[in-house]
């Protein structure tokens, strides 16, 4: 199988000669649910913006859908069928939900009603809320806000950065639900998580990122199941269920 898209021996950062990313190889397949998980300061938010042009890799190359876009700008990286969705700053918080979404259609040709009832027929809140302003939103309508108008563009490939960061225990399984079901349309997503046990549960797989580094990558059960990984990164109480 052809990787939909590949990060290959890449070193990034914010400050020349400081690199957050250190040599990081990385790739997923087309339909596939990948997590990235790890320490606070591991890389993972800066790998996710490294893929989308948020960051320039001082070497190294990333290829989507067989074509290099190491270098590109996030608006020529949307037009190749890529969409991201940040932890914060994720709808335009003065307008409301409909527009949020008209927003996210802004390089479709023709009609938006048709994108605009599927968004609302896979997150029925926002079709209940279409009139009110996006910043009046919970934080797990504000996430499904963010993700609605990422797939106006009906993106091969969804960039979610720590979609749980600051729910509650409620609103997270709700999110983890519709990353699932977005999944399940055949949307390839990688998941940038705080939450490890949970996205490694839902992941086809995973990657541990430790100090720019991929440390280790598996199934979502293989990195589930290995003690050590449990132990770091799952918390020192984690045991396996049985």
Known sequence: MNHLLTVK?????YIKGLY?????????????????????????????????????PSSGEINFKGESIGGLKPNE???????????????FAALSVEENLEMGGFICKGSLNALKDKIYTMFPVLAQRRRQKAGTLS??????LGMGRALMLDPDLLILDEPSAALSPLLVNSVFEQIQAINQTGKAIILVEQNARK????????????????????????????????????????????
């Open 9 to 13: 021996d890449v070193y990034a950062g």
């Open 199 to 242: 996205a490694l549960e839902m992941a086809d797989r995973g990657y541990v990122l430790e100090n720019g580094v991929d440390r280790a990558t598996g199934s979502g059960k293989e990195l589930l199941d290995n003690p050590k990984i449990g132990e770091l990164y799952l918390g020192v109480a984690y045991q396996k269920e049985s």
């Open 20 to 56: 957050i990313l250190q040599g990081i190889n990385f790739h997923i397949n087309p339909g596939e649910l990948v997590a990235v998980i790890g320490p606070n300061g591991a890389g993972k938010s800066t790998l996710a913006k490294a893929i989308f042009g948020l960051l320039t």
């Open 77 to 91: 990286i949307v037009q190749r069928g890529m969409c991201y969705v940040p932890q914060i700053s994720n709808v």
């Open 139 to 144: 934080g797990g309508e504000r996430q499904m």
